[in-house]
């Protein structure tokens, strides 16, 4: 069964840094995109930042300058090094994948259960 499994998540002051990380596992045959997403309660879920296979990013305007994503296809992993923490950062984080399973002949969209931030000014 094709899972995601964050870490990294955690308490920080303002200022401070934290790195998250995703591990993708399972009968994977490929991954295409990978992104870290968040979402805190009433909002809806927002993109924080995304790389493709062949290493293109996108982030957000918040994230643009104090993160960074990187991944490790060997290793179906993909990274987010949050740096310069503020308090609007507080939210649940949320791994994704755009892959395709092993014996299944299209890409679907898979997430992870989600790890916490919290940041106090």
């Known amino acids: 069964q094709v899972q995601l499994v964050e870490s990294g998540g955690g308490s920080v002051q303002a200022g401070g840094s934290l790195r998250l990380s995703c591990a993708a596992s399972?009968?994977?045959?490929?991954?295409?995109?990978m992104a870290w997403h968040r979402q805190t309660p009433g909002k809806e879920r927002e993109l924080v930042a995304r790389i493709t296979r062949d290493g293109d990013l996108d982030y957000a305007d918040s994230a643009k300058g104090r993160f960074t994503i990187t991944r490790d296809n060997a290793e179906k992993a993909v990274y987010l090094q949050m740096n310069s923490l503020e308090a609007e950062d507080t939210s649940t984080y949320y791994c994704?994948?755009?892959?395709?399973?092993?014996?299944?002949?299209?890409?679907?969209?898979?997430w992870g259960p989600g790890t916490q931030v919290t940041v106090s000014s």
């Open positions: 399972g009968p994977i045959f490929a991954i295409r995109d």
């Open positions: 994704y994948a755009n892959l395709r399973p092993l014996n299944i002949y299209v890409y679907r969209d898979y």
